[in-house]
């Protein structure tokens, strides 16, 4: 089983983001949302986030496309996260798959 896992803040949920989550899903057989918490978005400079941490995670899950929503809490937990979850029950390595939000020049979200 191929995983895919991507981060974000989701805030305002909008067409780019369910883009990128269905780019996203594309990928493999499994997709694993990180959204980003409260606290994390500001020590990252965030501060204009709208919704709370609940509405935004409620917004991804109701989008049906993750197969699993979990919270960034901190700087290094994707690498954690892609150890934690690219392990198999058998503790044999899953192939997993990092997806990440840049911007093109017009502003919409790109995944690489």
Known sequence: MVKVITYG??????????RLLERAKAL???LIVGVTSDDFDKTRGKINVQ????ERVAAVQATGIADKVIIEEYEGQKI????KYGISKEHKPNPIVG??????GDGLPLSC
């Open 28 to 30: 493999g057989d499994y």
């Open 9 to 18: 803040t989701y805030d305002l949920l909008h067409h780019g983001h369910i």
């Open 80 to 83: 954690d996260d892609i150890r």
């Open 51 to 54: 919704q709370s941490l609940e």
């Open 99 to 104: 997806m990440g939000l840049f911007m093109d």
